[in-house]
């Protein structure tokens, strides 16, 4: 189920360093009937390494994808700030990218097909390939053809035969789940051919270091990504860095554009200003990351003895999206459903069942006017500010949104 590793998946150096330690946690997406929780014992460790070398941040131990993605829970977002963003990335990829014609786009753990449909309005030929195949059924009921298996270098050569080469080959916050880099390496020399644009959107390290978004991590989030990682990764590859766009979804991302090394179009200057950004936070040594870690600790201090006061004041908590970096938030802060009356979320493979580890009980959104809770703990805190601008109608009646990262806030609804 679980194996360590030893060394990076970016450039191979075994010159790794532990910077954080979360303890076991539950895994992240292990949504649970009431009825399984006293069986479950999958209880894995969560600790961060650093590459020394190239930076990448990862995990020191990495579970079977097959454990991890067998019934999974997570789908796309739906929110206006998250169909805002797929809408405007579709639109510049296919703008700038200089392609003839509307191109040929694949995508790698294409969910629910979202993003793909934005192509699709602009005209593209699709292909999505996800490997929960609960998920690939919801994208092929909305008309987005989906490959149901993981994408590798062999199904890469299968996927090329039966449907052809892509043009734009797309990947938003996938390529940051997957083990073996040099596997993808494979498969995207296998799938493209010699000008085709490779775009992978992930979160981006600095922000993780920045903002202390260590709820970020969980075991399906095996790297934190730097673009000198990427760098290291392409170095001895057909490809090179092209280009580098920073996003503030998922709090702070970069879409990482790609080409092979024969293709003429000269690098962005965003290359080499993101890596100087990166030198100049000296993100590859260990002694950079212990006011991280110091961070850490204390609004894994603050945040518990918050949501306490509020309960010893006989008011109520609940939890709002039952995210997986929720999950590790509330893991490694030891809440539970003591602390957290339910979750409400709008996920209807979470609904009704439990979250991993703390076991609070998952609620559909409507429970939250329903029941007018004192407070709302924003777990899903990258989409805090679509959130609080739409619950209007809940902070009206007295209700509060609690913001835990950076710092745990309490947010006053002005009069």
């Avoid at 995990?59 to 019934?71: H, K, Q, T």
């Avoid at 703008?95 to 786009?105: D, I, S």
């Avoid at 766009?245 to 080499?272: F, K, M, N, T």
């Avoid at 003591?338 to 609070?360: C, E, H, M, R």
Wanted: charged share 25%; net charge neutral; glycine share 6%.
């Amino acid at each position: 189920m679980i194996h360590e590793r030893h060394n990076c998946r970016a450039c191979s150096s075994r010159n790794l360093a532990l910077i954080v330690d979360l303890g076991r946690t539950a895994l992240a997406n292990d949504f649970l009937e009431p009825s399984e929780v006293k069986a479950y014992a999958t209880f894995l460790p969560l600790r961060l390494r650093l590459c020394q070398d190239c930076s990448l941040v990862q995990l020191a131990e990495v579970v079977d994808p097959g454990v991890l993605y067998s019934r999974y829970a997570y789908v796309t977002s739906t929110s206006r700030t998250m169909q805002a963003h797929l809408e405007a990335q579709s639109k510049h990829l296919v703008e700038t990218a200089g392609f003839a014609k509307p191109p040929r786009v694949l995508e790698i753990a294409s969910n629910t097909g979202p993003y793909l449909q934005k192509f699709q309005a602009l005209g593209c030929t699709v292909l999505g390939v996800e490997p929960a195949r609960n998920i690939a059924e919801l994208a092929e009921r909305d008309g987005v053809p989906t490959w149901t298996d993981f994408f590798n270098s062999h199904n890469a050569r299968e996927i090329r035969a039966e449907w052809g080469a892509a043009d734009l080959v797309c990947g938003r916050h996938v390529f940051a789940h997957i083990d073996d880099w040099q596997d993808v390496v494979a498969a995207l020399d296998a799938i493209t051919h010699e000008r085709s644009l490779i775009a992978l959107e992930v979160p981006y390290l600095v922000d993780f270091f920045e903002k202390t978004e260590f709820d970020t991590v969980y075991h399906e989030h095996l790297s934190y990504v730097s673009v000198r990682s990427v760098e290291a990764l392409l170095a001895k590859s057909p490809f090179r860095l092209h280009r580098v766009d920073h996003y503030p979804i998922h709090g702070g991302s970069v879409l990482l554009q790609i080409r092979r090394r024969s293709d003429p179009a000269p690098a962005h200057e965003s290359v080499a200003r993101f890596i100087g950004r990166e030198r100049h936070l000296d993100l590859h040594e260990p002694a950079a990351w212990q006011p991280f870690v110091k961070r850490v600790k204390h609004i894994q201090t603050q945040l518990p003895a918050l949501l306490r006061q509020i309960r010893a004041r006989g008011q109520r908590v609940i939890g709002y999206g039952a995210s997986a970096k929720g999950n590790t938030l509330l893991n490694t802060c030891g809440l539970t459903a003591s602390d957290l009356d339910y979750i409400i979320d709008n996920t209807p493979f979470k609904q009704g069942k439990v979250a991993p580890g703390s076991w609070i009980p998952v609620r559909p959104p409507e429970t939250l006017l329903k029941d007018q809770p004192d407070y709302a703990l924003l777990l899903a805190w990258n989409f805090a500010d679509e959130i609080i601008a739409r619950e209007t109608e809940y902070q009206r009646g007295g209700g509060r949104f609690i913001i835990p990262i950076p710092e745990p806030r309490v947010v006053e609804f002005p009069r």
